[in-house]
């Protein structure tokens, strides 16, 4: 509120010294208080203090006046000064804020591959160098194994290096002849297993089961004329270049936005949704199954286990109790990792065990499976039950068939609005 005359009560503003001077200028001189001893006082009208003269009254008065305007300005002052803090605070805050977005930006750019880091070359030889001055690798194996990257590289071919053949076949024989605990178990159709390498370590399972499934499909006539292009196995950076000629055909626009329309000479992870453009622009008819939310106990999903149950029992009913079908492996996803699943197994208490190949087991760990083991101890390296797969989410792709070019179109302009069956 603006400040008050002391004489007369009215409210002065930023004036008060001018009113004072004009309105009441004559109660400054008047006389006070006679003491006795010829000496006048003066009484001040704003804190009573009194005075012998009138002069020492007058700049008395005058400091209460300035006073007065001091704490008013001071006032506005201290209100613009606390409104220059907090608007310097604010934009403090929000510099910092974006700061750290950018750095989980990065971080999150990093981790998926997509931080303009190079790709599957530049790694590969990175590592290898590594390896070399680590005193691991001899310096002609490092050349030798650069020039047959690189052909390999050129021609699109995957090198087989890190290739494991036979495992089912083997898996066939042991079953047939031991696992007195299996009642029945149902297999998939040859496939061969892929482990990542020095090139693609810690980004590229997604590729490499990719590699697995497709090493299946070529050896099944039915998918021979979608893959007369594709007679075999492509290598990492020509998978990325296939994905990538899916989305320019229409597959998936809004994740191959999310890439920026590139993989190619990148560490981009893939997951389903890649798997499935790049299955559907061969013509191979897949599904995405969505197992969004645990169906089970303690975060289970006991809903998964008896999709793929029912996905290699149908069509192979019987009493044997190995059952080799014709049925491709599946694409297996969850956050962070995918694996590729050959098989299930059912106990005789019931209980269902899926068979995975994972791209992070080396070739010498899968070659022991190829040796006849009677207590199945190599095993575990494929076994999986239904509490060992807890995570919050799975997604699997499951092939059946082949595409007409009609139905493939028809998919094509759907992808665009891509969405999984998601399992209740």
Known sequence: APPECPFCGEAAGR??????????????GAPGTDTGNDEQLYECPMCSLTCTDIQILQEHV??????????????????????????????????????????????????????????????????????????????????KRKADMMESLAFGIDDGKTKTSGVIEALCKYYQNESKDVKRVWLSAGVDHFHSSLGDRGWGCGYRNFQMLLSSLLQNSLYRDCLRDTTLIPSIPKIQSMIEDAWREGFDPQGASHFNNRLHGSKAWIGACEIYSLLTSLRIKCQIIDFHKPTGAMGTHPRLFEWILHYY???????????CTSKPPIYLQHQGHSRTVV???????????????DPGCSSQEMQKLLKQNSD?????????FVGSLKEKQYQIVAVDGVLSLEEKAARCRASQVLTSEKIP
């Open 15 to 28: 004036e008060l010294e001018e009113h004072v001077r004009e309105r009441h200028g004559h109660l400054l």
């Open 313 to 323: 029992s149908t069509d192979n009913e019987g009493d044997t109790k190995v059952r």
């Open 376 to 384: 199945g101890t190599n095993l575990k390296l494929l076994r999986k």
């Open 62 to 143: 005058d400091l209460h006046l300035e006073e007065h305007s001091f704490s008013e300005g001071g006032n506005i002052r201290d209100l613009e000064l606390a409104r220059q803090l907090q608007t310097e605070e604010d934009k403090w805050q929000r510099s910092e804020d974006e700061k750290r977005e950018r750095e989980e930006f990065k971080k999150l750019q990093k981790q998926y591959g997509l931080d303009n880091s190079g790709g599957y070359k530049q790694q590969f030889l990175k590592n290898m160098e590594r390896e070399v001055d680590r005193g691991r690798m001899h310096p002609f194996e490092y050349h």
């Open 343 to 357: 098989g299930i197994e059912e106990k005789k208490n019931k209980s269902l065990c899926l068979l995975l190949f």
